[in-house]
């Protein structure tokens, strides 16, 4: 079902994929931006999300309440969102509609409003937002590690922003980082689905051609420096349950290691995950589930790998079951990443790694939005959406070897944050400094 | 796109097995996966408040542990292929959902029949699976949202099935013995009135062949019917509860009253109803009013469940703690509105294409399908369903929206449950 992908790339620098399916009739059109929370300074946290919503609300030619009807009125379905490295926005139509999809993105490309009033009325929207995630154990306990691991990197803060620049950023700031960052030649249109690629490609170039070209993106330059020690982070709130993880700092998605990390993860910690987005499936054979879950320490245990551009995390996190604690369950996890060390992953657990990856692609096949998805972020991360098409080619090259050695070089205990979030009403009896009372 | 694309009484092959199972094909080649569903009627609706969370814990054990195979087994063999099977309980039914590559259909089969038909439900495996039901309602117990939703079901649907968890509570699942699942699996788990649905790349023949000589030598003498749940009273004025959680950043809500079946006449005129209401475009009315013009909430938006019982209609907000009363006003006018003023045809226009155009979208990957085809089945919608589905929702008009509002909706008898940082009433 799979045809290849057309990339080209139009005088003004849109980047644009093509890739016909044409099992449904339905097309995805898609366009990525090369700026995410990865690009923002302290003070302006949260830019990149909040201008998303923003993108919602009109244009001249689109004024909001028109936007907001015409892509449902013709049944398709569209949304956005933001990532460290990226800002998406989708359409997923009956394919002979397709069109009005392209006229309303490369209209919003450059002609966004963003009324004051809208942005004032957004405020509180994005703060109903970050409040809904702050009702959530785990994004308390991810933020704090985040911020922990990445002292320098923008990395350092949550995609939805700090709630101080929530509350302070101007009308101004989301205008010039809307005008700044969203322009061809920061942009990749991506179009999968039930039409004809000589065609698509004419009707991209009439709608989009014509719009100036923009900048570049800058450079990120403040790079994470080495980290020299084991860091901890606790963090106290409402519930009974206890969250543990252990996130490890590993490259980004284009380094040799990666696709050896992948599978050390796949093998390690289950799931079929291909180092994307997505994945999931049940893990409850792995070396993970097995130590803490199978023994009834833990309710649940994963691990996690997403592609990057630059550095990020490795974690590996479980939920503490009812009656255990942090403690315990840290000290197995703490044992069993010793295991793989003394009992390295085998080829039997690779070549199940191997297998259910294949398994995983070809189901990622079956969805046109799916693909489009995986396309572009294959692209606005790596520069070359064959990252994505080529990844089981990739993975088939890792050797054991490979899998051992990123394991020595990333998974060890300096490379590390580990975070607690522990319930305000269970105080756990062993402090994990308490032996020596230095480490944190 | 030609209606005749879509699966219809020409390419669905419908064929009942002699223990009666009713098994539905649908080949599909364009990918070379298969995926597969199944349902009995073995639901929580049988359950009392005192063994809440029995059926959901049954099924859940099912792969635990089978005359052929352990837990680990079974876990190593299908993780090792990249297939996937999950079990679990609902409301009336109970049932299965498997994926693999086609090359691994054969063993994705023997897996769901081991469980479903030979499982032998081990002692460790209950404690194990008990304390992660354990851990999972005190998590529950924290989470804003599922708190103001198990209220809201307990207060819309006193004395009624619906009104209970299917997921248990911290004084059920702890006193379930494994007498008692063993009990309810003799009891419920048989091949009458099961469905099968199959979508992928593999030939109807085939597929009948081995769904037969699968399932074919299946019996339960002994298995009793699961009635449907009664008919839910609706509430009288408005009946609010707060569930106060002061350490939570924002307020969940949780407004509304009992439903229509999926099985009612007009029951599409009432979820095309609540598309105006609540879905279309940016959740529709409601988020119209609530997110785009008062900047209230992130989220604010409203359902009807449908299904084989008096499933709720339901809005949903998440807001600040200070504008939880207008953000239930806000709702309660737009409830108003709809109730009272004929909708423009220009808007049932919209929703309606909204409807008939997005159903592709939901048939393009076999999962998608096998759940469609299962559900019309289930509830006896007819294989010609999504061959007429454009035309049976242009049929609608908007006085059938408005008397649907006026039979389903009410302004002031309603089910209001709120749970974060608010007081307690």
Known sequence: MSSTVLKTTLANGLTVLLKEMHHAPVTTFMVWYRVGSRNEVPGRTGVSHWVEHMMFKGTPQFPGDVMEKMISREGGVWNAFTWLDYTAYYETMPSDRIDLALRLEADRMINTLMEPEEVESERTVILSERAMYENQPRFLLDEEMTAAAFRVHPYHHEVIGDTADLQSMTRDDLYAHYRRHYSPTNAIAVVVGDFDTNSMLGQIEALYGSIPAGEATAPVRRSEPVQAGERRVIVNGPGDTAYLTFAYRVPGATHPDYPALTLLNAAFAGGSSLGMFGGGGSNRSSRLYKALVSTELAAGAYGSLAPTIDPFLYTISAVVRAGRSLSEVETALEAELARLATEPITANELAKALKRARAHFVMAGESISGQAQLIGAAEATTGDYQWFESVLERLGKVTLDDIERVRRAYLHRRNRTIGWYEPDELEDVTAPFDDDGVEM | ?425
């Open chain 2, 1 to 425: 796109m030609k209606t005749n694309r879509f699966p219809g009484q020409d390419s669905i092959h419908r064929h009942v097995l002699d223990n009666g199972i009713t098994v539905l094909v649908y080949e599909n080649w364009s990918s070379g996966t298969v995926s597969i569903e199944g349902v009995v009627r073995a639901g929580a609706v049988v359950e009392t408040r005192k063994n809440a969370g029995l059926a959901n814990f049954s099924a859940d054990l099912l792969m635990r542990g089978t005359r052929k195979r352990s837990f680990d087994e079974i876990y190593e063999v299908m993780e090792s292929a990249g297939a996937g099977v999950s079990f679990g309980g609902s409301r009336h039914t109970s049932g299965f959902s498997g994926h693999s590559l086609v090359e691994d259909f054969d063993l994705v089969l023997d897996i769901i029949i081991e469980a479903l038909c030979h499982p032998i439900f081990p002692e460790e495996q209950i404690e194990r699976l008990r304390g992660q039901m354990i851990t999972g309602l005190q998590m529950r117990a924290n989470n804003t949202r599922q708190m103001a939703w198990l209220t809201f079901q307990e207060t819309a649907y006193p004395d009624h099935p619906y009104g209970r968890s299917t997921s248990g509570y911290l004084d059920s699942i702890p006193d379930i013995s494994r007498d008692d699942i063993v009990d309810f699996y003799n009891r419920y788990y048989g091949p009458r009135d099961m469905i099968i649905g199959l979508v992928g790349a593999i030939s109807t023949d085939e597929v009948l062949r081995k769904l037969e000589s699968a399932f074919g030598n299946w019996r339960n003498d002994s298995q009793q019917v699961v009635g449907l749940s009664p008919d839910a009273v609706r509430p009288s004025g408005l009946l609010r509860r707060h569930v106060p959680m002061p350490d939570k950043h924002q307020a969940d809500i949780v407004l509304g009253l009992p439903g229509p079946r999926r099985s009612a006449d007009d029951y599409l005129d009432a979820s095309v109803m609540n598309t105006i209401l609540g879905v279309f475009g940016m959740m529709g009315r409601i988020g119209q009013n609530v997110r785009e013009e008062q900047g209230l909430a992130y989220y604010a938006s409203s359902r009807l469940e449908g299904g084989l019982g008096p499933g709720p209609w339901t809005a949903t907000a998440g807001v600040a703690p200070d504008k939880v009363d207008q953000t239930i006003e806000s709702i309660r006018h737009e409830v108003q509105r709809i109730m009272t003023e004929v909708v423009n045809p220009e808007e049932l226009a919209d929703s309606q294409a909204y409807r008939t155009g997005s159903l592709p979208l939901s048939l393009e990957t076999n999962g998608g399908l096998v759940d469609i085809i299962t559900d019309m089945e289930l509830y006896n919608l007819g294989l010609d369903y999504l061959q007429e589905y454009r035309d049976t929702i242009n049929s609608i008009t908007v006085e059938r929206i408005h008397a649907a509002a006026q039979k389903y909706l009410s302004a002031d008898d309603l089910v209001i449950t709120v749970s974060g940082p608010v007081e307690a009433l």
